[in-house]
Each structure stands twice: as C-alpha cells, then as structure tokens.
C-alpha cells in the first residue's frame, strides 16, 4: 500500500491570510486502518488550525501511546511534537507549556491513553487548568493490541466478538466538567461540520480545554451491538446546539433571535455562536449540563456540542505569574540577577 | 504506399479524374473513422488527412488506416471494424506501483532546447528544435499523469466515514448536501468546480442525507480514495488499453 502522498494539490486551494493553504497544515500519509475515526480527526484538525490562521511552527503536538498518539505524524508536519510515555502526555505538556507559554499546545490522547494508564495525570492537568487543548479519540476499545474494551466502553456494549461489557465506562466529560474543566466539549468523528468549531473554540480558549470525541474503531468495534460504532452514533447523536466559531475581528451583520442563539464571548474577543440551543441547558451553568449529561443517558442519547465553558478561568500561568518570556530565551543576566536581589529573597523567608 | 514529410500539404500531383474529390481547401475527403477517401481503395493519414497534427494522432491515424486496409484487401466491409482491447479489473495498488514515477509531481515541464538563432536564422535547412537528450525525455515521459487506475463508487457500501475526502491529495471529493442545480452544487464542493467542461460525479442519496460528489476535471486517479476505503464503496480498477490493430489475431 502507498507510504507516500503524491505533492499534487488542487491549484486553486483556498490561502488563508498567512499565505498557506491546507495542503501545508497536513502531515505525512496515515498508517492507521482504513476508515479509522482518527483520520477524520486528524483532518479537522488540520481544517481548524488552517482556518484559525495559526503559523505552523506555533504549535506544539503532544501524544503519549496509542492508536490516537500516533495521529501528531499525519497532521500539522511543520508543528513541534512530543511523544511522551504513555499515559504522560499531561505531565509533559504542564512541563512544555511553563517553559514556553507562546506556544499552543494541542494534546491528543486515547481512552486507554487517558481513562487507564493515565487517569492520574489527566485528572491533574485539568484541577491546574493548563493552558492546552486535550483531545481524546475515544472508540471504546484497545484497537492496537486487538480490540479489547476500555474503560470508557458503555455498559452493555458488544464487541466484535459478541462479548457484551459487564463494566460501567468512564464518562470523560462528566468527569472533567467535575474535576474543575474550563471548556469541555463532545463531538463525533463522523460530524465534522461539528467538530471543526469546536477545536477552533477550543485553541482559542485560555485555560484547559478538553473534547471527548467518539472514533469509531472500524477494525474491532464498528460491529452491531457496539455503542461506538458508525451506525449507533449518528443514530443516538443528539446535538445540544449547532455551534459557530466566530474569530476576532469578524463582524456579525445580522441580528439574532436570542431566544434561539446564545453567543459566548472568549477570553481574546472571538465569539462562539450557539444555535438552536437546546432549552434545559445553558453552556455557563455547570449543573444544567451535569443533568443534560444523566437525562441523556436515560434516554440512550449521546450528547454532543460544547457542553460547559468558563471563561472567568484564570490559566496555569497566569495563576502562578511566570515569565512571558520562553525559558531558552532568558539570559544569564535574568536567571542570576546578583547577590543583592538574592539576598532580599532569602530575607523574606526568614 | 507513399509515405511524405514536409511543411505543408499540397495535392497537385493528384489527378482530379480519379474519382478522389477535394474540400474547399484542396484536402482530400476523408471519412473519420476508416480514413478511405471517396475513392475506394485510396487511403489518407497523418497531416495529409485533416490537415497539420501531433505525430501521435499521426501513428493512430497509421493503425486504423491499416485496419481499413488489411478489411479492404480480405473483402470485408471497412465499416465493420475490431474495437480495442479494454481490460478493467478490480485491484490494490499504491501509487509506488504506477508506471510512472509518482515522484516527480512539482517539476514544471522541460523546455525543448533550441538550436542558436543566428544559425537558425542565416541556414533554413538548420534545424530549430534539437530535442531532449535521453536523460530529459525520460523525466518528460515520467511526469506523465497517471491512467493505470479507474475508481468506482458503490452508494450502498458507503459509511460516510469521510476517509476518501481527507485522503484526496486534490481534494476532488465532497460529501454534501445535494442542491437542486448542478451549478449551484459545483460551487458548494470543497474546492469550486468550475470547469464545466468535465463532469461531476454526484452519487445517490447515502445514509445521513448527504451525496459524494467528484470533480473529474481534478481527480489525478491515484487510487487512494479506494486504498483508504474501509467498505470497497470506493473500487480501484486496473485499466488496460491495447489499440485495435489490423490482423485477424487482434480482432477481439
């Protein structure tokens, strides 16, 4: 099969306003299964940061282990990336984003990646309100190692083997909406139209922001009975709003119903534009969203959207005043500023 | 047979009893499909047919004149003639397996060198083109698009898992709602189709509502939408293409 990607492109692909098109946010061909929900996430990706207008080399990619880890290689080529251990992509991302707060920091991770192995960390990097986007591909299954249930496959959910998962699974949302989430959203890989503004919102909120995206595994939980597959999704996929991600700069010229629309207005002025909000729920309140959340499951929906921001958030950072400047560029003169100044500190502790 | 090189056409030498007529331009008549003029048995090609061509419509021309010869010599009807050799076969092949290099995609097209003017200009029998050198008409021949690989779509296969569209290095393919005109469509997709002199290949309706939409005039026929399809909705297909030739062997 192809292990390269032909450099043809189309000759009128659309510029944004640095000069580059899609073409140039892509990343090498993907090695993971035909059909893989990921790949769809690995596009929309590359749509939100080609749209958003973000240079290339002011990202930083994050992955820990997984099929999802894997996806950094197949987006953003011309970006900085960290493969860390697996389920440590948090920790390293807290650790890369206090060295250097210029970046924006964009952490993809696995159900197993996130609600296993690295359940620790996650729970940690959202009570610090790191400033980063954590996408989490979520397909309810262990698809590198054959398929096996995660934690975040549904009770009830039958694999391909006919097994059916006597185990509760890990509402992430839930969870990071709990934990103290400044942003959190859910989203199908099968739903772009969706799925592309909320990681524009996402990248453009300051504080931590995480979307649980449910990726169907083609190869081992695309079956009937399964809870993640193509088919149960977009037949439980109950959509609390129709969102648009308006950026800063940009005009609105029409009037709105209000009743109908919501706008939410984030940290750096840009909009995010809720349409036929859904009644019980408004995304500031936490507890409406927490009882949207159980009602649903009630009913066997899944729901889908932004679900809760916070745009009161203070981020990591801010809340520990480090310095605007990236740590490699401080100079001697900054990092030892003389025996005097070293002198006052140690007065203050005494 | 008489076989002539030149710059322009000129039927002088051809006597206007024959029963050989000749158009307003002083070319012969000729019938496009067996090239036999109006004089039975009298066959015409190349630039002396209809008027100057590329040496590749020339050598075509060369077979099916040769078909309609060697019918006309068996006393079979010329009209009556062998169709061409088509084999399309359902296969898997990365675009590292075309018969061209897939490689040498961004390379603009080489210039013919041309020989120095004021020689050109002081001797007319001087030619003007020189022509490539081996090494450059092989990369020419190389950056030569690919017709190897058809690809078929088959609606009820489909699940909409959108890989064919994010694999597109040309971004040929849409899923969208349909519109109820195809103009109106074609500024929907992806990237705009506004070449209307190819057509666009717009699928039934699939399971969300939604239609595939391809823009042929950009499709490169690489095959990848087919490779990264989970279902086979999308079916590469291997082409083959042998040009009828005259002989009783060939006649399929």
Known sequence: MSYIKPKFAHPRLPKNPLGYTRKDYEGSISTLCAGCGHDSISASIVDACFELNIEPHKVAKMSGIGCSSKTPAYFLSNSHGFNAVHGRMPSVTTGANLGNRSMVYLGVSGDGDTASIGMGQFTHVIRRNVNMTYIVMNNGCYGLTKGQDSATADYGSVSKSGHKNTFEGIDLCLLAIELGATFVAQSFSGDKSQLIPIIKAALSHSGFSFINVISPCVTFNNNQGSTKSYDYVREHNEALSTLDFVPIKEEITTTYDHKEIKLVEMHDGSLIRLNKISPEWDPEDKLSIISAIHKSKSREEILTGLLYIDNESIELNELINTTNTPLNKLVEKQLCPGSEILESINNDLR | ?252
């Open chain 2, 1 to 252: 047979m008489i076989i002539a090189i030149g710059q322009e056409n000129r039927f002088e030498w051809i006597e206007r009893n024959l029963g050989i007529e000749f158009d307003q331009w002083d070319m012969p008549v000729i019938d496009e499909k067996t090239f036999c003029s109006t004089r039975e048995g009298v066959f015409f090609g190349g630039d002396a047919a209809f008027g100057p061509k590329n040496v590749i419509t020339a050598v075509a021309h060369g077979h099916q004149a040769a078909i309609s010869i060697d019918l006309y010599c068996q006393n079979e009807d010329i009209k009556d003639r062998p169709n061409p050799d088509i084999k399309l076969f359902s296969t898997k092949m990365g675009i590292h397996e075309w018969s061209y290099d897939s490689d040498v995609t961004t390379d603009i097209r080489y210039i013919v060198p041309q020989a120095n003017k004021k020689d050109t200009l002081r001797n007319r029998k001087k030619e003007v083109e020189l022509g490539f050198d081996l090494q450059t008409a092989f990369k020419e021949a190389q950056r030569c698009l690919n017709c190897d690989v058809q690809t078929e779509f088959t609606e009820n296969k489909c699940i909409e898992c959108d890989a064919c569209m994010d694999i597109c290095p040309t971004s040929c393919i849409s899923f969208i709602k349909n519109e109820d005109s195809e103009d109106t469509l074609r500024m929907k997709l992806l990237v705009p189709a506004i070449n209307k002199e190819q057509d666009i290949l717009v699928s039934d309706i699939l399971k969300t509502g939604r239609v595939m939409v391809k823009d042929e005039d950009m499709c490169l026929h690489c095959g990848l939408c087919a490779e990264r399809c989970p279902t086979a909705a999308w079916d590469m297909k291997q082409f083959f293409y042998n040009t009828a030739k005259a002989g009783h062997i060939c006649y399929v």
